[in-house]
């Protein structure tokens, strides 16, 4: 072969892809296969880490380091996988207490509490820019997943995740400005 894989996919060749993924995936899958409880866990997330490394190949540096940094996207994958296990599990031992407060907050004289809070938070989210506006809704009203609003967005699976921050964290600050204004 006179190309690289890496070359080869820059420059639009489908089966170099193809070549990429038999080559270095089983060495991925190993890796996870190690660390993960389950192999179905270890499948999906080797799927992610060649679907951002794809995604992604044109910030890679050296060639040579290429299998490096397929495992460093699979560590960060690991580690995002464990940290949604830990707050899943997290808020299924909180259930018993969610369904008390559920159960709570359907009764009449909290209705005027949460329709104030809805409106604080409609007021919030319109004052914030258009894009951020149009993300955050997207997102948490609509269920949209992040790889389809990467699409939607024209942009990278990380660039997508890094406008959601930005959303997240304007909405929040914007959201305590008007708690303290009402103190």
Known sequence: MSLSYVKRILQGDSKAVVEFYKFY?????????????????AEDLTNDVFLEAIDSLSLLRKEENTLAWLYRIAHNKMVDFYRKRKIKSILLSQVPFLQIVASEINQPEFQF???????KIEFVLHSLSLRYQKILTLHYD???PVKTLARIFNLSFKATESLLFRARQSFKLAYASTELAEV
């Not at 060495?27 to 996870?32: C, H, R, T």
């Not at 509490?113 to 409106?119: G, H, L, M, N, S």
């Open 142 to 144: 609509k269920k949209i």
């Open 113 to 119: 509490e949460k329709d104030k809070i809805r409106d």
């Open 25 to 41: 995936s089983p060495k991925i899958l190993a890796y996870f296969t190690k660390k993960l409880p389950q192999f179905e866990d």
